[in-house]
T-cell receptor, first 115, second 116 residues
Framework: NAGVTQTPKFRILKIGQSMTLQCTQD?????MYWYRQDPGMGLKLIYY???????DKGEVPNGYNVSRSTTEDFPLRLELAAPSQTSVYFC??????????????FGEGSRLTVL | AQTVTQSQPEMSVQEAETVTLSCTYDTSESNYYLFWYKQPPSRQMILVIRQEAYKQQNATENRFSVNFQKAAKSFSLKISDSQLGDTAMYFCAFMNYGGSQGNLIFGKGTKLSVKP
């Protein structure tokens, strides 16, 4: 069972570079999310999506963009990387239908360092 | 705005003993979910236990149980018969029921070490 898969697991970027973190889920969940986790902190929501073609900002969206062209995929793009974006990024998904429990299923995280 | 506070940055417990992790939260909502997530060194967040605010009965999952005090806005996690594999960061999290789904509000976490 793959669940939520993120790539890459590690990446080092130079200031000003761009990159895309990939996320895919095979559970047919409508809802998908991107969080970032800074050292000693809990996770903070960057963007989320309630279905293909629909995205919305979370708590900390600046410097990021997302798209949701399919139910399975929810890539996160960093434009003009800055040291403040050094963090661990988590993708997650959840079931939104009848009987949903609110539980999120997380990927293994992507550690990004901007130098 | 909702907030979640975990007042214990680090805790340790001997194997086979019981430990309680504290969590308090602040909200004006009446319907919500509360969660405890575990993050082992491998980094992947794993759900330990969840509680729906309208349920008075405390949730239990094997060795894990909660003490949910809605009036006090307290949601502590008790781990019984601690095992070495319980070593991890534990995050308490809050989510509005029916609100912006997935907008979990996390505490800063408690690092639990289980010692042999």
């Amino acid at each position: 069972n793959a669940g939520v898969t993120q790539t890459p697991k590690f990446r080092i970027l130079k200031i000003g570079q761009s990159m895309t973190l990939q996320c895919t889920q095979d559970m047919n969940h409508n809802y998908m999310y991107w969080y970032r986790q800074d050292p000693g902190m809990g996770l903070k929501l960057i963007y989320y999506s309630v279905g293909a073609g629909i995205t919305d900002k979370g708590e900390v969206p600046n410097g990021y963009n997302v798209s949701r062209s399919t139910t399975e995929d929810f890539p996160l793009r960093l434009e003009l990387a800055a040291p403040s974006q050094t963090s661990v990024y988590f993708c997650a998904s959840s079931y939104s239908g009848r009987g949903n429990t609110g539980e999120l299923f997380f990927g293994e995280g992507s550690r990004l360092t901007v130098l | 705005a909702q907030t979640v506070t975990q007042s214990q940055p680090e805790m340790s417990v001997q194997e086979a003993e019981t430990v309680t992790l504290s969590c308090t939260y602040d909200t004006s909502e009446s319907n919500y979910y509360l969660f405890w997530y575990k993050q082992p060194p491998s980094r992947q967040m794993i759900l330990v236990i969840r509680q729906e605010a309208y349920k008075q009965q405390n949730a239990t999952e094997n060795r894990f149980s909660v003490n949910f005090q809605k009036a006090a806005k307290s949601f502590s996690l008790k781990i019984s018969d601690s095992q070495l594999g319980d070593t991890a960061m534990y995050f308490c999290a809050f989510m509005n029921y029916g609100g912006s789904q997935g907008n979990l509000i996390f505490g800063k976490g408690t690092k639990l070490s289980v010692k042999p």
